[in-house]
């Protein structure tokens, strides 16, 4: 078995339920989902400004079907919902996921306030997504993030882990 996490990383200063699974290292709050699906990506190419985008996922399915439950399996809309209704307006979503030390699906997007960065964009092995995934170490730098949070796999080798991880942080 391999590593298999997606997180919704932000240095905002916002109070989480503590319901939500969530870890605050450093500055930046990583927020771990259970994605057993394509996170969808793709379509956010086609809009500048996240509020756009929000606005034509809810216009897909309403937001209101999606409450986080930490039990149950995440899709996109679980992640958006959660952007929205915190106002999280910069942040980086990713997802790795292999198999034996192989990459299967890697996934990333980074937005600064309120902006798609769309050269950050990586969603499958199209021509496009490939080149910006050659974007991403400096993405992360441009957002502060100079350390490897996958490399933390204590806490983020799959969804499960960071649930007893927080289940346990959460006892003390």
Same mark, same amino acid.
Request: glycine share 2%; aromatic share 16%; with cysteine.
């Given at each position: ?43 956010? !190419?086609? @809009?500048?400004?996240?509020? $756009? ?11 209101? &079907? ?6 149950? $399996? &995440? ?5 958006? !919902?959660?952007? *929205? ?9 990713? &997802?790795?996921?292999?198999?034996? =030390? ?10 600064? $306030?309120? *902006? ?7 969603? $499958?092995?199209? =021509?496009?997504?490939?080149?910006? *995934? ?12 100079? @350390? ?12 499960? @882990?960071? =649930? ?7 006892? !003390?």
């Amino acid at each position: 078995m391999g590593q298999d996490i997606t997180c919704l990383i932000t240095k905002e200063n916002i109070e989480l339920d503590k319901n939500i699974i969530h870890f605050r290292i450093k500055e930046f709050i990583f927020i771990p989902f259970n994605i057993s699906c394509d996170l969808e990506l793709e379509e956010a !190419k086609a @809009f500048d400004l996240l509020s $756009d985008y929000i606005q034509h996922l809810e216009s897909q399915d309403s937001f209101d &079907h999606y409450s986080y439950n930490r039990d149950n $399996d &995440h899709c996109n809309l679980d992640i958006f !919902k959660i952007i *929205r209704d915190y106002q999280i307006k910069s942040f980086i979503i990713e &997802h790795s996921y292999d198999w034996a =030390d192989l990459p299967v699906e890697y996934y990333f997007m980074q937005v600064l $306030d309120g *902006r798609i960065i769309k050269n950050s964009l990586v969603f $499958d092995e199209s =021509d496009l997504s490939k080149s910006n *995934r050659a974007n991403v170490e400096e993405a992360k730098k441009n957002f502060g993030l100079y @350390f490897n949070w996958l490399n933390m796999t204590d806490l983020f080798y799959s969804y499960y @882990f960071a =649930d007893r991880a927080y289940t346990l942080q959460q006892a !003390k």
